[in-house]
């Protein structure tokens, strides 16, 4: 358990910030500072940023994603639910009036569920956390457009299975996709949460078909290879195009004439956003196949942070709060990371796909993510180095007990650290998690930092070129133009919601 202590401390400064510090004995200081931003060059034997271009595995992008893909496809499809679109794959992803409906909340409900009774929970205490999971959610959530039978089940003393072989069942299953090492372990787990309602064998059978692709694509498979496992084992024809489907289908909500088309959304898209409008393009009940289909398609694709950036905004904290235990479970989240640190995926993701694609939209979507991030005082860990004192010249840290309050008395100028690129030219730099700061060694002295404020201290620094994100790893160089363009993007973005 690593110790929290404060001490009070006089610096020399430009700026005035209160901010925690890690010490790198492991021990957090809470410290009131002001920063000195000068330049100060690195030493030596770790500064060099790799520039070539990494080699990214294939299946890279699919450890990045969870349960957004479902969110989203409810988000995008609910305004062209009953038919109500034209059955094109042209249409505003965001459109006025579309947001999350009873699909995005039965899904985190049943993900909190799972995840509150752990990974080796059995099919009783499963049903026990679904039920009373999904009745508690629909409590809050009472005018989501739950279907007639489940809404009176919502409100049962004593619910039971009705027989249903509806979508619901599939529309709702994405995190037991994620959450299971076999595929055996993941279907058994889908057809408990299905059961509990969806007892009919064609409900079953649409949430282990869903949950199976999840797994199938989060995996590795190919789609041949996902579409060979779902006709063999659920007995789906996926033989159909998207053209031959469109043109006779209607809304209907039936597992056995949902999933399949979901699906097949999924296998003719060339990325998520693609597999989303395949799917709406179908008409019907456009939610739950969006819904359907971009959880299979996260799984493959993996999802942009802009993306991922606009679900968050269009659901409620207590539906992120799920996301982010989610992200705990998969272990993708540092557990003791600070509030100011979380969201900080969307930055690291956007980078990922910009090193995978290599285009200009997946640039714009680091530029957004980073946007994102400024607009929420979003934070990161900042390595300074002493210019001059010494923090705690005769400190004992084994002597120190939770609830210290340590006294610097003595002048102490602290600088933020630079990396120097291989032509020599000097960046600041931060980093978005505490992984990526142990990736070589840095400074002792770590602060959160604004995201703000070190770009701004990039951009106005001449003896620097810019501010590096995760200059260890997978990282994104903003120099004095890329930094303009985010503030420039930010600023439309506030005049936007003037």
């Known amino acids: ?23 790198s004995t492991g021990i957090f200081f809470a410290l009131k500072c002001r920063l000195f931003s000068d330049h100060l060059k690195a030493p030596s034997g770790y500064t060099h940023i790799v520039t070539r271009k990494e080699i990214i595995p294939d299946a890279f992008r699919r450890l990045e994603a969870d349960m957004y893909g479902a969110i989203l496809g409810d988000i995008i499809g609910s305004p062209f639910e009953f038919d109500r679109g034209d059955k094109t794959k042209k249409f505003e992803f965001f459109t006025r009036g ?33 039920i009373a999971n999904m009745q508690d959610w629909g409590k809050h959530y009472p005018h989501a457009g739950y279907g007639g039978s489940f809404r009176h089940w919502l409100k049962d003393r004593h619910p039971q299975p009705y027989g249903s072989y509806g979508n619901g069942s599939a529309m709702r299953v994405s995190a ?12 058994e787990v889908a057809r408990w949460t299905a059961a509990v309602t969806h007892n009919h064998p064609e409900g079953i059978k649409g949430a282990e078909a869903t949950a199976s692709c999840i797994f199938l694509a989060r995996s590795g498979a190919s789609k041949e290879d996902m579409r060979d496992y779902v006709e063999q084992e659920f007995h789906y024809d996926l033989s159909r195009t ?6 006779y289908y209607h809304h209907v909500e039936s597992c056995q004439q949902t999933v399949p088309e979901a699906i097949t959304a999924f296998l003719e898209a060339e990325d998520f956003e693609d597999a989303v409008r395949n799917a709406v393009s179908l008409g019907g009940d456009t939610d739950t196949l969006a819904a359907i289909t971009g ?15 606009e679900c968050r905004n269009r659901i409620d904290p207590e ?4 996301l982010d235990a989610f992200d705990e479970v998969l272990g993708r989240n540092n557990l003791e990371a600070d509030e100011s640190l979380s969201g900080n995926d969307l930055i ?3 980078i990922s796909n910009l090193y995978e694609n290599q285009n200009h939209e997946s640039f714009i979507d680091v530029i957004t993510a980073i946007c994102f991030r400024i607009m929420n005082d979003g934070q990161g860990w900042v390595p300074f180095v002493t210019v001059s004192g010494e923090l705690f010249p005769n400190l004992d840290v084994r002597s120190l007990q939770e609830g210290d309050k340590l006294a610097v008395d003595q002048e102490v100028r602290l600088r933020m650290d630079t990396v120097a690129a291989e032509d020599g030219i000097e960046w600041l730099y931060i980093f978005t998690n505490e992984e990526e700061s142990h990736k070589k060694p840095v400074p002792n002295v770590v602060m959160e930092i604004p995201f703000r404020q070190i770009l701004e201290t990039g951009l106005h620094n001449d003896k620097v070129a810019g501010v590096v994100i995760n200059p260890f790893g997978k990282y994104f160089k903003a ?3 890329v930094i303009e363009c985010i503030f420039d993007a930010c600023r439309q973005n506030m005049e936007g919601e003037a």
């Open 1 to 23: 358990m690593k110790k929290k202590l404060s001490f009070m401390i006089g610096l020399q400064v430009n700026i005035d910030f209160v901010m925690p510090v890690r010490i």
């Open 98 to 130: 579309c947001g999350f409906t009873d699909d995005s909340v039965m899904a985190i409900a049943v993900a909190e569920a799972l995840i509150a009774v752990g990974p080796d929970a059995d099919e009783k205490e499963i049903e026990e956390a679904v």
């Open 176 to 187: 037991a996709g994620w959450l299971y090492h076999t595929i055996e372990r993941t279907r």
């Open 242 to 247: 998207l053209n031959e489907i469109r043109p």
């Open 295 to 309: 959880s299979i398609a996260e799984a493959f694709f993996g999802i942009p942070a802009v993306l991922k950036a």
């Open 319 to 322: 539906m992120n709060r799920v």
């Open 348 to 350: 690291e993701n956007a």
């Open 479 to 481: 120099d004095k133009k």
